[in-house]
């Protein structure tokens, strides 16, 4: 199962947390979810369908049950107020909380450094110190995209690669994960009616 902090839906989180404990464990049902956290089973039923949202008051119970560290604790408070959030500027305010409280905080490409990260699927960064292939001087130098052509032969990416930008300032984690989430097809995040 994924950490917490790679969820931006609380209930995605819920229901993988639900469906790993029921496979491990033949006892682990929502009525043992109610008894040990003291909500409704049917209702958790519907927060596990994206039919309800549970309440502010149901976090801590239910973060208890989880076994939810402090900063956990602080991440899924906000993961829920994010996913109940209404207004446009709500929405901003929470999500780039919860961008700040994941970890590492890198930024994507930073020449001077020479530091390079990569980011799966909107989640976190994965940092690459290389002094090589970070450097571009001027014009005519190739730069490759998928394929590393520094020193004896080529080096290609093993994978697919379906979105690439290139920005002449080094973008923020929020701003990187925020152009994730507007591309998916049943995006709400950012609403232009």
Request: glycine share 6%; proline share 3%; aromatic share 12%.
């Amino acid at each position: 199962m994924k950490t917490l902090f790679e969820y931006l839906e609380y209930r995605d989180y819920l229901k993988d947390h639900y469906d790993c404990n029921k496979r491990q464990y033949p006892f682990f049902s929502y009525r043992y979810i109610s008894g040990k956290t003291g909500l409704d089973a049917s209702f958790y039923v519907k927060v596990l369908q994206k039919q309800m949202h549970i309440s502010d008051r149901a976090v801590t119970p239910l973060a208890d049950f989880l076994k939810l560290n402090k900063r956990e604790i602080e991440y899924f408070k906000l993961l829920v107020r994010f996913n109940r959030a209404k207004q446009q500027d709500k929405t901003k305010l929470y999500f780039e909380k919860l961008i700040e409280l994941r970890e590492p905080r890198i930024n994507t490409l930073d020449a001077v450094n020479h530091v390079q990260t990569i980011s799966v699927d909107g989640g976190l960064p994965v940092v690459h110190n290389d002094t090589g292939s970070v450097l571009y001087s001027g014009l005519g130098t190739n730069t490759f995209i998928g394929s590393n052509a520094i020193g004896a032969g080529v080096s290609n990416f093993v994978g697919k690669i379906d979105e690439v930008r290139a920005c002449r300032v080094v973008r923020s984690d929020a701003w990187r994960m925020l152009c994730y989430m507007n591309q998916k097809p049943v995006d709400a995040l950012i609403d232009y009616k």
